[in-house]
Every structure is written in structure tokens, then in C-alpha cells.
């Protein structure tokens, strides 16, 4: 499964211990809550968040395209003419996640606001020439633009 990038979860190891104990005879193994804690803390086992697409290309599969294919197709063009675009999320209604609080004073927050927009950003290969972000809202006239009081 971890070869695979399958997520493994609490339940998932307790159901595969059930299985075990049932196979190897133990009938009183109910696999508990407190059974899971102490066998992730015995073996080292932390929750993480999972982030980011998994590297599916071989190394040397990007390479060879890049140093072969890639240079092919870029030798008639300037750097200058060569751009990237890339589209990111913009979380426009979110505060920051640090603050600086007085030594005894407590720091909590509320829920952070899920208000996003998708922007698309792009640039030259040399770097001065910027494209203007294109963003892409919900609806023609997004609540974000609206001027108040006016």
C-alpha cells in the first residue's frame, strides 16, 4: 500500500490487526483506540498532511526530454520570447497566521475564510517582461470587485 502512495489511516491498521489476531488465533484482540495510539507511538508513526502531486516521471525520462526534445523546439526562439504560466489559488479574505502577542497573553483565532480566486501569473524566460494575472472569478460581476459605498 505504501509503495503505492495509498493513505493509511487508524481504522485501516486496526481492521488489518483484526485480521492478523483472527488468522493467528488471538479471539479476545479487539484493536482499541488506545491498542492504535500505543502502537503509533511504539513504531514511530506520525499523521502528515499529504501535499503535492507524488513524482510519477522517471528523472531521467524529464531529462533526456529536456536536454533533446525541449531544445529542439526552443532553438528558433529568444529567451525573451520564451514564457511560463503557471494558475495558483488566491486566498483574498485571509489574515495572517502569526501574530505578536505579549509573553502571558493567549493567541487564538477563528476559522480562516475559504474565499478564494484562481490567478494565473506568468513571465518571460530573462524575467522583466510580467504578464497581467488573469484571474478567473465565480461570476461576471464577483462580490470581491464590488465597491461599497459608492
Keep these: ?11 485501516f491498521i486496526i481492521e488489518k490487526a483484526l485480521q492478523f489476531a483472527k488468522a493467528l488465533g488471538y479471539d479476545e484482540f479487539r484493536g482499541s ?6 502502537f503509533k507511538r511504539r513504531h514511530g508513526i506520525m499523521p502528515k498532511v499529504i501535499t503535492g502531486e507524488s513524482k510519477d516521471v522517471d528523472d531521467n525520462d524529464s531529462e533526456n526530454w529536456i536536454t533533446e526534445t525541449l531544445s529542439k523546439l526552443l532553438k528558433d526562439y529568444q529567451p525573451e520570447n520564451i514564457f511560463n504560466a503557471d494558475e495558483t489559488a488566491l486566498f483574498f479574505q485571509c489574515l495572517p497566521q ?9 493567541c487564538f483565532g477563528g476559522k480562516q475564510s475559504k474565499a478564494r480566486l484562481t490567478v ?7 524575467g522583466p517582461q510580467k504578464l497581467k ?3 478567473i472569478g465565480r461570476s461576471k460581476n464577483s462580490r470581491c470587485f464590488k465597491i461599497f459605498g459608492g
Design 1 to 11: 500500500m505504501r509503495d503505492k502512495n495509498v493513505p493509511i489511516s487508524g481504522p
Design 33 to 38: 483506540n488506545g491498542w492504535i495510539e500505543k
Design 133 to 135: 494575472p488573469l484571474v
Design 120 to 126: 494565473m501569473l506568468g513571465a518571460n524566460m530573462t
Design 98 to 106: 502569526k501574530t505578536l502577542p505579549f509573553k502571558k497573553e493567549k
